[in-house]
């Protein structure tokens, strides 16, 4: 796991390259404590720096920026490349070569020389997000893996074309353009997140998932680079392919053939020369892997989880259950409110955009705990996605089937009334009648006007997954702005399940869960490993009928009759928490004072940016607790908290 950051501009505007590159370079050293690189080119348009943190190849053969053998190629690499000594093998039958080292970065490079960079990235397995500059066609090209894992953001400002592992990385070029798209934060409102290709950035972008971008020099004066972006792996596409050859065997078979895919994903991921651990919620994910990585090891490996002092956020006992089962070497640490408090004013420099999933709190703390004892750590993220874990589903299911029995001429009305329950008429008559702290009769008409988005199923799934149902009520001159296309070709359950599926697959997971375990670990300098991930794992899952995934009510289903293989399912049947922060009680307690300070109205309107009327609503009713808006509330704080950041 390393860090990288770069810049394609004219000469003339490179003043200083190797300084600029360093202070890039600096400002992500926590992803690469242990070694640092620079490269500019001949002309001086280009520069790279890279920070390394060692985990295969803890030699000088493994520094960065690498040259190729033929010194064609300078190439900064970001990931693990899980399957290269077999690539190695396959490159010394096609040439006997002398390697400098054993690094996956040697092997990669050797690879582009061989096949070409697309087939190299196609043969390989892992989590990457690498930047290869070619010397003879003075070409760049950024490449991220296929489900994520690894981020890179890009953006053209100034005359310059910047890129890196971390936004902060951008924002140390004096180049960088700070303006914030207002469209982005209405989605992070909405979704605890800035989902891809968007940053809060107007002018930068988040590479996608299983893309890559080539570009050169006459290419930053064509306007938009989106042209120049081409998807070499999507979910879609594996989708289609995988269900063409739908598993067709028993439940047995499934089981069979999933584990064994799985437990070889593991073991591949538990290669390293440092030491290596694993997160334990608890829950059926995390016990997997860990249950999968010590039936693979001849001694107890190092688990990690936390655990808090509050009845129905705590699966700290849970986990330990686990553990001691799996007789791993177990550490559990307990957050307090003193921990959260100390935590949350570095979030804005950890996340660099504002970031409202409040599980990044407990993910921090335990990848800094984990970082006490080891290097690298494995997780179960993935498998909600890929298994219909996510209760949700079943939710948004049961609430399509009542809808349905709705006329369609009744959210066409509902459409057109919308203004008319959005009005502020509702919130004068609340203070009129004695329901200024309940909201009673403004949140009722908010609740019936979302009804009118719930005429299709992609329209009720969006209202199920936001925490601010319109976000244009609290923002000024905020622009529409939808994750989820509509879709009307959804003619059941099934139909509508992997549409649910496939959509957090493609938003959720890489823009929440993943960005959250990579600044999380990363801050700390962990590399966070998710075997759930692999892509041939990926494409077995889709590979299988729903009936393998959800049986019933029950998500997760073939994974749960995995993981009784090796935990008794006594330990395991309970309610689903993770790592849940109880921030509704923090908002009224140790974190009132805070909260208070960045919702202050006098300084929301001199920001411009929210309605401060109607956020100061919101938080009335919360501290009055006759509503519970902690999660509304805690995406407004952490913008307000990254915008004090920025200065």
Request: charge should be negative.
């Amino acid at each position: 796991m390393c860090g990288l950051a770069g810049v394609l501009a004219p000469a003339e505007l490179l003043v200083s390259h190797s300084a600029l590159l360093r202070m890039m370079g600096q400002s992500i050293s926590h992803r690469g404590p242990d070694d640092e690189g620079i490269y500019t080119s001949d002309c001086g348009e280009f520069g790279l720096v890279h920070r390394r943190l060692a985990i295969v190849d803890l030699s000088d053969a493994g520094h960065q920026p690498m040259f190729s053998a033929d010194k064609r190629f300078v190439l900064a690499f970001n990931g693990e490349i899980y399957n290269h000594r077999e690539l190695r093998r396959e490159l010394n039958e096609i040439v006997p070569r002398v390697w400098r080292g054993h690094s996956d970065t040697e092997t990669l490079l050797a690879g582009i020389c061989q096949w070409g960079l697309e087939e190299t990235i196609t043969r390989a397995v892992g989590m990457f997000a690498i930047a290869l500059w070619d010397t003879q066609n003075k070409t760049l090209t950024l490449v991220r893996d296929r489900a994520g894992e690894k981020p890179i953001y890009y953006g053209y400002s100034g005359g310059a074309f910047l890129f890196g592992s971390e936004l902060k990385a951008l924002k140390a070029h004096p180049l960088f353009n700070n303006e914030i798209d207002i469209a982005a934060l209405s989605l992070m409102l909405r979704h605890k997140y800035v989902p891809a290709p968007r940053t809060i950035y107007r002018r930068f972008s988040k590479l996608e998932p299983g893309c890559m971008l080539t570009l050169t020099l006459d290419d930053l004066t064509s306007g938009s680079l989106c042209h120049l972006i081409k998807r070499y792996w999507s979910f879609n596409e594996a989708l289609e392919r995988m269900s063409k050859t739908s598993f067709a065997g028993s439940d047995e078979e499934a089981l069979t053939l999933l584990e064994t895919q799985l437990s070889q994903t593991v073991g591949e991921q538990m290669l390293a020369d440092v030491q290596v651990g694993a997160f334990l919620s608890g829950g059926t994910d995390s016990s997997l892997i860990a249950a999968l990585m010590q039936a693979q090891s001849s001694k107890p490996i190092r688990t990690f989880t936390v655990g808090f002092h509050v009845p129905g956020y705590n699966e700290a006992e849970h986990a330990k259950s686990v553990a001691e089962h799996l007789h791993t070497d177990h550490t559990e640490i307990y957050v307090t409110e003193r921990d959260a408090l100390n935590v949350i004013p570095k979030l804005p420099q950890i996340y660099d955009e504002p970031f409202g999933d409040s599980s990044q709190i407990p993910t921090f703390l335990i990848a800094k705990e984990a970082r006490r004892h080891v290097t690298v750590a494995l997780s179960g993220d993935g498998g909600d996605e890929l298994f219909a874990g996510y209760t949700r589903y079943e939710h948004s299911l049961k609430l399509q089937r009542k809808l349905s029995a709705v006329p369609a001429s009744v959210f066409k009305a509902l459409s057109c009334c919308r203004s008319i329950f959005h009005s502020d008429i509702w919130r004068r008559l609340d203070i009129l009648f004695g329901h200024a702290n309940t909201g009673l009769l403004s949140n009722g008409m908010s609740r019936i006007a979302e009804l009118a988005e719930c005429d299709r199923f992609s329209g009720l799934y969006t209202q199920v997954v936001s925490d601010v149902k319109d976000p244009q009520r609290l923002l000024h001159n905020c622009p529409p702005s939808k994750l989820f296309s509509e879709h009307d070709l959804l003619p059941d359950d099934q139909a509508r399940l992997m549409w649910m599926m496939t959509c957090d697959s493609k938003t959720y997971l890489p823009d929440d869960v993943l960005v959250k375990v990579d600044r999380a670990s990363m801050a700390v300098s962990l590399e966070g490993r998710v075997p759930m991930l692999d892509h041939r794992f990926i494409e077995a899952a889709l590979a299988m009928p729903l009936t393998v995934k959800k049986r019933g009510p029950i998500g997760k289903w073939v994974l749960k009759q995995m993981l009784y293989r090796h935990v008794p399912q006594s330990l395991l049947d309970r309610p689903k928490t993770g790592f849940a922060v109880p921030i509704d009680h923090w908002l009224r307690g140790p974190l009132k004072d805070w909260a208070e300070a960045l919702l202050d109205p006098s300084k929301l309107d001199q920001q411009g940016i929210f309605n401060s009327r109607m956020v100061r609503k919101y938080w009335s009713e919360h501290q009055s607790e006759h509503r519970d808006w902690q999660y509304m509330l805690w995406n407004i704080l952490m913008f307000q908290s990254w915008l004090e950041e920025q200065g």
